[in-house]
């Protein structure tokens, strides 16, 4: 795991990391972890490898961490154990802004009241996530081939599959929870046990590694009848400005259904060189059903268009301030020859970029 997290793909400073390995009694451990984590103010990371052990107290049962001198008796399991209550009272006093705690180890769900937002609000955090590679009265699995040189407990080595081979089709960073659901997602189908989870404050979305399967892509794929029907649309309307939609499946980013839409500002700028003469505006009466049929078909709007007769494809300040972020928004310019520029931008409450645009025959090919 060291040599994972200090390596390219997660990057964490080799100094950061204190590494505790066979560890025979509990000693001065809670002190030193509490010490360690004192001096985190961004992301606090406990993870453990090894047995787990439940033992009864006035309180409830609380999970106990193993270490090489630990006794197995009830009633000195937590004597001789690094109790799970110890590191999360470490994180409790750490100001890290972000608590981390991976568990590989029998009945490690027991730790999901890290995540409690009681526990959350005192650490003044914002967020903590646990993930555990078993029920709160489950065991975890490990490898038991004899001609494993090195074997490893089943949800680390999976948990390291995904990170070190990424995930196809996801984003440049892995956030926490799909690394999670990866790893879980093939235990379960591999028939191990099923690892559990908890989190609050959005902690699970920390990005916690890069993606080694990304794949840079054009900013704007469309395919060629999406592209012929947005151009049909401006060949029609010129040399009025006309406007329309492009939506497709909820998380595709790929335009399946191009919907033209009434423009109520529409002017053919002939004579005209003022911005305001190249407005456009969609009709609100349209917008709102077609808005609920997208909710219902599990659409999502993924383009915003309008023609530029006569002009440039280049972005204008009522575009900007009108054109709305987090889709693609393109601009087809029209001569009087029927000539066509076509280009996308994205605008954020940031920065505006231009895209790059693939047109492809069909998103299959």
């Not at 509490?34 to 490898?49: G, P």
């Not at 009265?137 to 080595?157: N, V």
């Amino acid at each position: 795991m060291r040599a994972v997290l200090t390596g390219a793909l997660c990057g964490w400073p080799d100094d950061r990391l204190s590494v505790f390995v066979n560890e025979q009694r509990p000693g001065s451990l809670p002190d030193r972890m509490t010490e360690l984590y004192q001096d985190v103010d961004d992301v606090a990371l406990f993870y453990y490898v090894g047995h787990g052990q439940v033992a009864p107290t006035p309180g409830g049962d609380t999970l106990c961490l193993g270490l090489t001198g630990s006794r197995v008796e009830p009633s000195r399991r937590k004597s001789t154990s690094l109790a799970f209550d110890d590191i999360a009272y470490a994180l409790w006093h750490s100001p890290a802004r972000t608590k981390i705690v991976i568990l590989d180890c029998c009945y490690a769900g027991l730790a999901g009241r890290l995540a409690d937002t009681e526990v959350l609000d005192l650490t003044r955090a914002a967020g903590a996530c646990t993930l555990a590679a078993s029920g709160e009265f489950a065991t975890a699995w490990y490898e038991t081939d004899d001609e494993l040189t090195r074997p490893q407990t089943y949800f680390t080595k999976y948990f390291l599959d995904v990170l070190e081979s990424g995930i196809p089709g996801a984003g440049r960073g892995l956030p926490l929870e799909s690394i999670f659901r990866r790893a879980a997602a093939g235990l379960v189908r591999d028939g191990k046990p099923q690892p559990t989870s908890s989190a609050a404050h959005h902690a699970s979305r920390l990005v916690f590694a890069a993606n080694p399967a990304h794949v840079d892509k054009p900013d704007l794929t469309i395919s060629q009848s999406v592209y012929d029907r947005i151009v049909a649309h401006v060949h029609a309307g010129y040399p009025a400005v006309v406007c329309g939609m492009g939506i497709g499946p909820h998380g595709s980013d790929r335009a399946s259904r191009v919907l033209p839409m009434t423009n109520l500002v529409a002017r053919s700028p002939a004579g005209h060189e003022e911005e305001s003469d190249f407005s456009w505006e969609m009709d609100p009466r349209e917008l709102v059903p077609m808005y609920r049929e997208m909710e219902a078909s599990g659409e999502e709007l993924l383009i915003v268009y309008h023609s530029r007769p006569d002009g440039d494809a280049l972005l204008s300040r009522i575009d900007i301030q009108y054109g709305g972020v987090g889709h693609h928004f393109v601009i087809v310019a029209v001569d009087t020859q029927g000539r066509i520029e076509f280009r996308s931008y994205r605008i954020t409450d940031t920065r505006v970029r231009e895209e790059e645009v693939r047109v492809v025959p069909s998103y299959d090919a």
